[in-house]
Structures are given as structure tokens and as C-alpha cells.
């Protein structure tokens, strides 16, 4: 599997960007995938996901009715749009997938805000949001 997240830049505060995760090699149809961020000095945080499905999706608090992310099955590409962001959204953001998230027993909620974030089985490299004025 490989996770090609693009996207990321310079932008001020209150203005809007979008993340790309290009998915490829992914056999498997029952995942959970989606963006995590780690700002310096802190620890990496789940930040929204999605299952295959679609039908399920995850947002921490601090971005709910601002972040958006939704899935294009032809590109195989999953979606983060932010709006109105904040100073406190400057992050590297990374891309993740959870391999077998329905056959293994867990919600979409569990894996992406509850676990430790090493539990994703697969990342991508990062892409640098830095929101600044």
C-alpha cells in the first residue's frame, strides 16, 4: 500500500485548503482511512477519517463543522477540505489506512480518535499545513 498525501502550504488564518491522499495497492476492501496531524511538540492526533465504505466517518472536535473529508473511488484519492483555519491547525499532516477495520471488530471513532495512532497500518509521508498570518 502506498499513500501519496499532497496539498499542504502556507495560508492565513480563516482561509481554506485541501488535502489530497492518493491510495494505491490496496487489495483489500474493508479499511479505514484518513489524516492524522502532529504539531511540534506534540503528539500525533487523529484528525478525521473514513471507512471504504463511506458510510462512516470520524472528526476530532477541534475540527468538527470546519474540516470536511469525503473520497473519490475512481481516483482511489481521499479528500481533507479545511476551512477557517486556525493558527493551532499548523501541523504535518499525514495520510493512514487500517487494514480489515470491520473483520477485526472496530468503528471508525475507535481507530482513528481512541487508539494510539501506531495502530494504523499504513502512513504516508506528511505534507505540511502552516497556517499563519
Known amino acids: 500500500v502506498q499513500l501519496q498525501a499532497s496539498g499542504g502550504g502556507l495560508v492565513q488564518p480563516g482561509g481554506s485548503l485541501r488535502l489530497s491522499c492518493e491510495a494505491s495497492?490496496?487489495?483489500?476492501?474493508?479499511?479505514?482511512i484518513g489524516w492524522f496531524r502532529q504539531a511540534p511538540g506534540k503528539e500525533r492526533e487523529g484528525v478525521s477519517c473514513?471507512?471504504?465504505?463511506?458510510?462512516?466517518?470520524y472528526y476530532a472536535n477541534s475540527v468538527k463543522a470546519r474540516f470536511t473529508i469525503s473520497t473519490d473511488s475512481a481516483k482511489n484519492t481521499v479528500y481533507l477540505q479545511m476551512n477557517s483555519l486556525k493558527v493551532e491547525d499548523t501541523a504535518v499532516y499525514y495520510c493512514?489506512?487500517?487494514?480489515?477495520?470491520?473483520?477485526?471488530?472496530?468503528?471508525?471513532?475507535?481507530?482513528?480518535?481512541?487508539?494510539?495512532?501506531?495502530?494504523?497500518?499504513?502512513w504516508g509521508k506528511g505534507t505540511l499545513v502552516t497556517v499563519s498570518s
Open positions: 495497492g490496496i487489495t483489500f476492501d474493508d479499511y479505514a
Open positions: 493512514a489506512v487500517f487494514a480489515f477495520i470491520s473483520f477485526r471488530g472496530y468503528s471508525i471513532p475507535t481507530v482513528c480518535g481512541a487508539m494510539p495512532s501506531n495502530a494504523m497500518n499504513y
Open positions: 473514513i471507512s471504504s465504505t463511506g458510510g462512516s466517518t
